[in-house]
């Protein structure tokens, strides 16, 4: 089993940057593949980064790049989301996700284990 436990979440002005931050606990041998979701109110869930496990590979949802990235540090069994030039639509609950195969999926059933969320909300 794994545990994830997001942190880092907040309210900020658009344009500005939040550090969110995943820590895992527990069989960290199935963290291949970390990636970050998010869930407005009345939307559905959607992919937002995914890394795998050296940090070679990395995806991006086509809203947020050139604006986020994703990062791990093994050593601390921990995975990054640095948001910058954030916007009111980037508001959400984000949720980070962990998948023991190597494949970077955007679809969330791929994900064996989620964290509970972190709320990051944008005003304009």
């Known amino acids: 089993q794994v545990q994830l436990v997001e942190s880092g979440g907040g309210l900020v002005q658009a344009g500005d940057s939040l550090r969110l931050s995943c820590a895992a606990n527990?069989?960290?041998?199935?963290?291949?593949?970390m990636g970050w979701f998010r869930q407005a109110p009345g939307k559905e869930r959607e992919f937002v980064a995914g890394i795998n496990w050296s940090g070679s590979v990395t995806k991006y949802a086509d809203s947020v790049k050139g604006r986020f990235t994703i990062s791990r540090d093994n050593a601390k069994n921990t995975a990054f989301l640095q948001m910058n030039s954030l916007k009111p639509g980037d508001t959400a609950v984000y949720s980070c996700?962990?998948?023991?195969?190597?494949?970077?999926?955007?679809?969330?059933?791929?994900?064996?284990?989620w964290g509970q969320g972190t709320q990051v909300t944008v005003s304009s």
């Open positions: 527990g069989r960290t041998s199935s963290t291949n593949v």
């Open positions: 996700a962990a998948d023991r195969t190597g494949f970077i999926s955007k679809e969330g059933l791929r994900y064996e284990y």
